[in-house]
């Protein structure tokens, strides 16, 4: 393995924010591989690689998350466990803060933990990696949009009864075909009520810009998690830029590889035409083990594949401290704590000021 280049030692030193990332698309291989041994899991050796190979034309990692749930998390242990492995590996790429999502629907259903004890048990696994690494950790509860509406109702309120400051609002994900944002209305309604903030899942999977429209103007969402087909409707990007929505992208969205011919792939990504459009966006890693990626690789692809200088990469910076979902006087804090830290590391870097 060739050493680092100088760009990535700096996109590595840089601080950040992660926003987008869930928590069962974290596990490492050899924990996977120690929870299948343990439960008698019915995945063969081969079927556990095949779940962490990416070729050239990337599979979704649904199955993946599924089998975790179904087979592997069996006890409240296990999601400390997952919880604080993520938080480790974000934070060795200097990640200092990170929300993170996480479906209670599944957990409680198929691996048979009620929603107080698994929340408690993540909530504990924040606490101990912010004292051993220094990374803030916030938990946020998902809609699985593929489960009924009513499901998504009621894990609403399993967040509301159990309410900490830890978990400061709610996200939806899973596939997008055939489960609109509207189907939810009703659990994102009583979430905002209860003074949850909200994030959806939009416009993934190539689904309509409509999508992304339904979530930001009836549901109500404070960002927007993927969003790509915005950009087909220039009209409406102009109202999201407006409004300065923050779009959580992530360049190794396995849609878009899968799409694309390799050759245009980062050439007619939509990730090239936000910003463009007004737009706001973030780089994150979604799911990071099963995607072979990590924070600081994909801030390198933003660089490298999308052509997005350090002056954007300085702004997208910005935009996840902005969309994050922490205090106005923490905000302001951070702005200028990591713009200039930012700015000392780019002048090492790049001592002639060239972007």
């Not at 004890?117 to 950790?137: C, E, H, M, T």
């Not at 998902?142 to 009924?148: L, N, V």
């Not at 400061?168 to 596939?175: S, V």
């Not at 966006?281 to 490298?304: C, Q």
């Amino acid at each position: 393995m060739s050493a680092p280049s100088p760009l990535e030692q700096f996109l590595h030193a840089i601080p950040k924010a992660e926003l987008h990332c869930h928590l069962l698309g974290t596990v490492r291989r050899a924990t996977f591989t120690e929870l299948a041994q343990r439960e008698n899991a019915p995945l063969t050796p081969e079927e556990i690689q095949a779940f962490y190979t990416r070729g050239e034309k990337p599979v979704g990692v649904l199955r993946v998350l599924r089998a975790l749930d179904a087979w592997l998390i069996k006890q409240p242990a296990d999601l400390h466990r997952l919880a604080y492995e993520y938080l480790q590996d974000a934070a060795a790429h200097n990640v200092r803060y990170a929300e993170f999502f996480w479906n209670p629907t599944g957990t409680a259903r198929e691996s048979g933990i009620a929603y107080p004890r698994a929340q408690s048990a993540i909530l504990a696994a924040i606490d101990d990696a912010q004292r051993d690494f220094g990374i803030i950790g916030r938990l946020v509860p998902s809609i699985d949009r593929e489960a009924a509406p009513a499901d998504a109702l009621e894990m609403v309120q399993w967040v509301i009864a159990n309410r900490d400051p830890r978990v400061p609002g709610i996200g939806i994900d899973y596939r997008e075909n055939d489960r609109p944002p509207e189907l939810f209305a009703e659990a994102y309604a009583a979430a905002r009520r209860a003074g949850l903030r909200t994030t959806a899942h939009a416009g993934e999977f190539g689904m309509p810009w409509t999508n992304v429209r339904t979530a930001v103007e009836d549901l109500q969402v404070d960002r927007i998690d993927h969003g790509y087909t915005v950009v087909d409707n220039p009209e409406f990007a102009a109202r999201c830029a407006e409004r300065g929505i923050v779009f959580t992208v992530v360049p190794t969205n396995s849609y878009y590889l899968r799409t694309l011919p390799p050759e245009r792939w980062a050439l007619d990504h939509p990730i090239r035409r936000m910003p463009g459009l007004g737009l706001r966006i973030h780089p994150n890693t979604d799911d990071p083990t099963l995607h072979h990626v990590d924070p600081t690789r994909a801030w390198l692809m933003m660089s490298r594949d999308f052509g997005f200088g350090l002056d954007d990469l300085r702004g997208f910076l910005v935009n996840g401290i902005d969309a994050a979902w922490m205090d106005a006087s923490d905000k302001a804090r951070l702005r200028a704590a990591w713009s200039a830290e930012f700015d000392t590391l780019r002048a090492a870097l790049n001592p002639q000021g060239n972007a």
